[in-house]
């Protein structure tokens, strides 16, 4: 079985300029999730979805971050413009329901 | 904030039991205890959870104490790729804002030759 699919793996952006995050869960998981993980931090939730419906987004910064998981299956993370504090890896999880979730090898974001 | 304290560093020798507490001593009754850990440069893996009773997998084994107020998670044998970050974690049973994962920032268990 497939697991949980992030690309692109490294990313080197400048500050100012958009980036996008693509995400696909494993088959047939209706919860999706976003994390973020600052070095020597434990990840923090942006965004959790289930089937399509963004169910919490209370820690996504709305104002440059924005997410969509259109026909319920893959996701995407959009920054918008980048800034240097946005240096981070980005981790996507899916699960079946409140199973257990399972996590992608995630994006390294290095703004510059 | 997590619900969960770890301390902040532990090593074992290779081949050794590894057992790694936590505590929470505020976890609710509908509240299940989740271990995962995270591998340099991977996503977070799942080990174990469970709730009051101790449960144990191809992976490790979880204590729950009986006032459910603490947990340790043994690795019977740990080897090398067992070097990683441990994270314990409170959540609730059934859907809604409380069943996110919520991680701390772990235990980092460092396994010596």
């Known amino acids: 079985e497939a697991g949980v699919v992030q690309s692109p793996r490294y990313k080197i952006i400048e500050k100012k300029q958009p980036v996008a995050f693509w995400c696909n869960p494993i088959?047939?998981?209706?919860?999706l999730y976003w994390y973020l993980q600052n070095l020597g931090q434990g990840p923090e939730l942006l965004i959790r979805?289930?089937?399509?419906?963004?169910?919490?987004d209370s820690q996504l910064p709305k104002d440059r971050f924005s997410a969509e998981r259109l026909k319920g299956v893959d996701s995407t993370l959009k920054i918008q413009p980048a800034e240097l504090g946005d240096s981070a890896v980005y981790l996507c999880?899916?699960?079946?329901?409140?199973?257990?979730?399972?996590f992608g090898q995630g994006t390294r974001l290095t703004v510059v | 904030d997590a619900k969960t304290t770890q301390p902040p560093s532990m090593d074992c020798a290779e081949g050794r039991a590894a057992n790694l507490p936590c505590n929470h001593s505020?976890?609710?009754?509908?509240?299940?205890v989740y271990w995962y850990r995270q591998i340099h440069s991977q996503g977070p893996q799942y080990i174990i959870h469970?709730?009051?009773n101790n449960e144990t997998n191809e992976m490790a084994s979880l204590i729950i104490t009986e006032d459910r107020k603490s947990s340790t998670l043994i690795l019977p044998h740990a080897t090398l790729r067992d070097t990683a970050v441990y994270y314990c974690i409170v959540r609730a049973s059934t859907t809604g804002a409380n069943s996110k994962l919520t991680f701390g920032k772990g235990i980092t268990l460092s396994v010596r030759p």
């Open positions: 979805y289930e089937n399509e419906e963004a169910v919490d």
């Open positions: 505020t976890i609710s009754g509908n509240e299940y």
């Open positions: 999880a899916s699960s079946s329901g409140v199973g257990e979730a399972f």
């Open positions: 469970g709730l009051k």
């Open positions: 088959s047939g998981h209706n919860t």
